[in-house]
């Protein structure tokens, strides 16, 4: 994949995962939870592809994507990441997997 395409794959992949456990009837419980787990586990892994091809010594933004959205009025879509963004989308991922194994056993009926 080229290392400008890592930051719309980890943000799209949340929103892929998000629409498929909505379309799931009610029922689905676990198929819903093994969705969302499968979800974090990918971004987790593309976030981890992406840290062994970030720069330490280079003290631009990675993986920048830019791209002309509304020409005619001048509006641009660019998006970077810089070394404390990476951190932060790693500890993201991390807390976003604890809340879904912490829920694992907890259903929708069940009270804590």
Do not use: C, Y
């Not at 943000?11 to 909505?22: A, F, N, Q």
């Not at 029922?27 to 970030?54: D, G, P």
Request: aromatic share 8%; hydrophobic share 55%.
């Amino acid at each position: 994949m080229n290392s400008s395409n890592w930051l719309i794959f980890v943000g799209v992949i949340p929103l892929v995962g998000s629409l498929l456990v909505g379309l799931l009837p009610k029922k689905n419980e676990l198929s819903a939870k093994w969705i969302a787990l499968a979800t974090t586990l990918v971004v987790a892994a593309a976030a981890l592809a992406m840290a062994t091809q970030f720069e330490r010594d280079n003290v631009d933004s990675h993986f920048v994507v830019s791209h002309s959205w509304i020409p005619s009025l001048g509006i641009n879509f660019a998006l970077g990441i810089e070394g404390i963004d990476l951190v932060r989308m790693h500890t993201a991922g991390f807390i976003a997997r604890i809340v879904i194994l912490a829920g694992w056993q907890g259903g929708v009926d069940r009270s804590w």
